[in-house]
């Protein structure tokens, strides 16, 4: 069979199985995450039909997925708003960094794994995943709540950190000098500032770019100016989310409310490709092996990341039940985990962190969809209100 015939037929019915479980996620109440995972997991290494004519295909519709997450995330908001989530949330930046580093490094040097291999597990299990946790909070219909821009905040320090971190990695397991690893982080940080500058101080001339009123010229240009910003950042090690982020937030007026409306479907069918492509590629044989250690380190740093979310919503003067959610919500793992382990795999520091990254990241995904919707419930709502007026009582 001619090689475009089979990717047409395998692109097909990946897209009408992802409608299928959609539709279902619906029907009982649930995010379609998961069931888009195992999708990916039942026609990828180790599934029942490998699905491999559609491995390139899906891989590019994934990364503009997780650019189109971000960027229509950051539409939503202001740069004024960003500024503001981004001066709170140094203190919960510290913090979680702290708290969700330091279980991976520690898990590292108890296998006996060695110190530069704890410096990559520590990654893994640092960063939460921007598109995973995007898609859950317009699922879940949350981009409005008060919890929310403290989420953001958070997820917006991990990824300029990783402006930092992912070249200092790459010089500790490569072994270059001390001083090509400074100048990449230098231009890394260079970007990002520059990038910032533009989109706060100057969002109102790039907004102008774009005729606000027409639909095609409109979607083709914001779509490009997206891609493009993502494509230069993450040639300079800055996270290509951080950049279609940034994008969002530059834009603003009617610029920004008619570009969400055109990009909304491109988002939806690209995102949705994003989590079938993550589980296409997950051998899911390797997964058993380091399935233990990854349920436990998936326990700790669910914990911790809950913590984290807490913490953070606390100081913008949110509620418990805010608390609950924004701690939740942080909990999966995902794009940033899965580099920071192929690049360690790959440089031959440690085979064995591949299978544990990856299991890893499927648990706190699945895990985190699920107790993500933990405070709607009502026996949850009732349980922290009871909680509330035995506090009151006693104190």
Known sequence: MHETTLLLIEVGALLLGMSLLGRLALLIGLSPIPFYLLLGLAFGDGGFIPFDASIEFLQTGSEIGVILLLALLGLEYT?????????????????????????????????????????????VTWVSSSGVIAKLLRDLGRLSNRETPAILGVLVIEDLAMAFYLPVLSAIVVGVSLWQGAIAVAIAVAVVTVILYI???????????????????????VLGLTMLVAGLAQEVSVSAAVGAFLVGIALS???????????????????????????????????LSMLLPALLLAAITIVTKLMTGAYAARRAGVGTLGQWRAGFSLAPRGEFSIVIAGLAVSAGVEPAIAPLATAYVLITIIAGTFLARLPDAPWFRAAVRARQQRARLSA
């Open 253 to 287: 007026g009617r610029v920004a409310a008619n570009a969400s409306q055109v990009l909304t479907p491109l988002r939806d069918l690209f995102a949705a490709t994003f989590f079938v492509f993550f589980g296409l590629t997950t051998d899911s044989s390797a997964l």
């Open 79 to 123: 740069a004024s708003e960003l500024f503001d989530s981004l001066k709170s949330a140094r203190k919960p930046g510290i913090v979680d960094g702290l708290l969700n580093a330091l279980p991976g490094a520690a898990l590292a040097l108890l296998l006996g794994w060695g110190p530069v291999a704890a410096v990559a597990l520590a990654g």
């Open 199 to 221: 989109a706060l101080r100057h969002g109102h001339l790039v907004s102008r770019l774009f005729p606000a009123d027409h639909a095609e010229p409109l979607l083709l240009g």
